[in-house]
């Protein structure tokens, strides 16, 4: 599975992690920070007086595999 990982610096300085699944592989680098500069803008995640995701840092997509090293049948047997 392919997730894109998204990275703020909130107003807080901490930096603040958004990951979103099922994202279209054909994304650009330009498309990515385009949309993270208009969130910042929008300030659409505020908590407690925090804009939670104030200044874009870094996008990633991360690729997971899953790899089985032990399964038990569970199908029923007549």
Known sequence: MKT???SFKGSDMRV???RLKYVNTELTADDVTAVMNQMAKAKLFVKDGV??????LRA???E???TTLM???TAPTA
């Open 60 to 62: 990633d997509v991360v």
């Open 4 to 6: 894109l990982e998204l």
């Open 64 to 66: 997971t595999t899953k």
């Open 71 to 73: 399964a038990v049948d």
């Open 16 to 18: 603040k992690y958004l």
């Open 51 to 56: 804009n939670l995701y104030a200044d874009p």
